[in-house]
């Protein structure tokens, strides 16, 4: 008889665990969330997921910490995994008691941030999730992305501006973990003779293999054809420290230079060159600034340095750098700015959205090609920077804490 009310216990223990990770699971699925695996015990809940429906990811894990709050799990120690591409890159562990607090506002924001943890290791985490049945996988799914561009050129009295815009739809999916493949058609208008690129064509298209190692080290890995008419093999390795503290990391770079036109014909130079670099990035918490350091061989053959400084305000980035080499020297500001909705359709088999982030860059001299290089788009170190620990406490605080509007709030009113 005693045996018969244990094992009944247990099965609606088991029962009731089962029924609230479902429903938690259901309600994630249904707002648009990806890569879900869920994994329970008797006293922790585990929760891994993948965010492609909030354009920032601090607003992603707050949904994501509103809806265990509301749910009816029972275990109270909550460990939060969250990825991209199905990669793990950050994760948040706390309690459901905690939460509760915060959100009734019986605890304070700073109070629950330190009775939590942020963080970058993931090695221990990631292995319970191993043979976890994962719901809504974010693969073999189309996105395309549609934004605007803008090239410019100052100076000459006969036409002192000179603008061109350019409408970038792009395509964009995952097949594996990690795995991608990318391209970006360009449509000049509305210019003026800027340069003679004033035909639609394809601008960049290739595929990208994201791989996380343990002890926070990433590669990357992309093959096809890039920005600036360069085709060839990209890639990169970078370790972290002190979570997103230091890094250090080495590019390489070996590419031909080409020109895919309307018809899809590719031009030969035969202008073979490599990259190689070695890069150390700083970054300071507080201040969330980040100084960025590349040495090495660059495009042109020069050996020479790029000297970054950012700052970044939760998804803007405003940026100064300096380039110099044995051609000379460079500097010059950039900044990325969000553009269009903050919350896009849920992911389906094929979604047209708008793209995310509009970026400009300034050269105060354009006279020198100093340590020239060259980019294509996404990268998983600069995606990185929406999921440091920092980026996501910081973005979470704006929900909990009174705030006056920040630089970032005024830069993003003007688009």
């Given at each position: 008889?005693?045996k ?12 009731a665990f ?10 994630l699925?249904q ?6 695996q ?7 809940y585990f ?9 920032f990811?601090?607003?992603a894990?707050h949904?994501?910490?509103k ?13 939060i995994l969250?990825?991209?591409?199905n ?30 943890s ?11 999730f ?9 693969f ?31 395509l ?8 991608y493949?990318n ?5 000049p ?9 004033n ?7 290739h ?13 990357n ?9 360069r ?28 020109l ?6 590719t031009?030969n ?19 969330e ?9 660059f495009y ?5 340095y ?10 803007v ?23 269009g ?5 849920s992911?389906?088999?094929f ?32 995606d990185?920077s929406?999921y ?24 993003r009113?003007?688009?």
């Amino acid at each position: 008889m005693k045996k018969s009310a244990v094992l009944s216990c247990l099965f609606l223990l088991s029962f009731a665990f089962s029924f609230a990770q479902d429903k938690l699971s259901e309600a994630l699925h249904q707002d648009g969330f990806e890569n879900i695996q869920v994994k329970t015990t008797s006293t922790d809940y585990f929760l891994a997921y993948e965010n492609n429906r909030y354009r920032f990811e601090a607003d992603a894990l707050h949904k994501v910490l509103k809806l265990i709050v509301s749910s009816s799990i029972v275990q109270d120690e909550i460990h939060i995994l969250i990825k991209n591409r199905n990669i793990p890159y950050s994760a948040v562990h706390t309690s459901k008691t905690s939460l509760e607090k915060l959100f009734k506002g019986d605890m304070t924001y700073n109070e629950w941030k330190t009775s939590s943890s942020f963080t970058m290791s993931l090695d221990e985490l990631r292995k319970e999730f191993k043979g976890v049945e994962t719901i809504n996988s974010s693969f073999y799914k189309v996105d395309i992305p549609v934004g605007i561009a803008l090239s410019y050129q100052l100076g000459n009295f006969d036409n002192p501006i000179r603008l061109k815009y350019r409408l970038q739809p792009e395509l964009y999916t995952t097949f594996a973990n990690g795995a991608y493949f990318n391209t970006l058609y360009n449509i000049p208008f509305l210019f003026n003779d800027l340069d003679n690129y004033n035909t639609a064509r394809s601008y960049s298209m290739h595929f990208t293999k994201d791989i996380r190692l343990p002890y926070e080290t990433f590669l990357n890995v992309n093959a096809g054809y890039f920005f600036y008419n360069r085709y060839g093999i990209w890639a990169q390795a970078a370790k972290f420290f002190m979570e997103e503290r230091f890094r250090i990391g080495i590019e390489y770079r070996y590419t031909q230079n080409g020109l895919i036109e309307p018809n899809f014909k590719t031009y030969n130079s035969g202008d073979f060159r490599s990259i190689v670099l070695g890069t150390f990035n700083y970054r300071n918490i507080k201040y969330e600034s980040d100084i960025s350091l590349k040495v090495g061989k660059f495009y042109r053959g020069d050996f020479g340095y790029n000297l970054d400084f950012t700052r970044q305000i939760d998804e803007v980035y405003i940026s100064l750098f300096l380039r110099k080499s044995d051609l000379g020297n460079l500097v010059g500001f950039r900044f990325r700015t969000p553009l269009g909705f903050k919350k896009h359709l849920s992911p389906n088999r094929f979604r047209v959205r708008t793209r995310e982030y509009f970026k400009l860059r300034y050269n105060y001299n354009t006279s020198t090609p100093a340590a020239l290089n060259y980019d294509f788009g996404e990268k998983i170190l600069s995606d990185l920077s929406e999921y440091y620990p920092s980026t996501l406490q910081y973005g979470l605080e704006e929900y909990f804490t009174p705030q006056d509007p920040t630089l970032g709030d005024m830069i993003r009113s003007l688009f």
